[in-house]
């Protein structure tokens, strides 16, 4: 039985208490600490006056990596979906010729 662990995530200078799972501390670490990375990147970069403006572009920045994932992952599928309809035409056409 897996109890739950209490955590604080610190994200654009606001900690959030977390009850989580022992085996996800890690991920949420590690993302955590991405987050704030891409924060003090963006802030560099660019004249931003409101940390919930940073917090906006650093969602849609990992919303749009997530989104190429999902079509590159998507488009081997409908590769492989290809193949496959193409084989079970070719293995119809064996069955019907006998």
């Known amino acids: 039985m897996n109890d739950l662990i209490k955590i604080?995530?610190?994200i654009a200078d606001r900690v959030y208490p977390l009850s989580i799972n022992p085996e996800q501390e890690e991920s949420l670490r590690n993302a955590a600490k991405n987050v704030g990375l891409m924060i003090k990147q963006l802030e560099q970069s660019y004249a931003v006056r409101d940390k919930q403006d940073?917090?906006?572009?650093?969602?849609l920045q990992y919303s749009t990596k997530l989104e190429n994932i999902s079509k590159e992952n998507n488009k081997g599928l409908n590769i492989d979906k290809e193949k496959i309809l193409e084989l079970i035409n070719i293995i119809d056409v064996h069955l019907n010729s006998y």
Do not use: D, E, H, S
């Open 8 to 10: 604080k995530i610190t």
């Open 54 to 59: 940073v917090l906006a572009m650093c969602a």
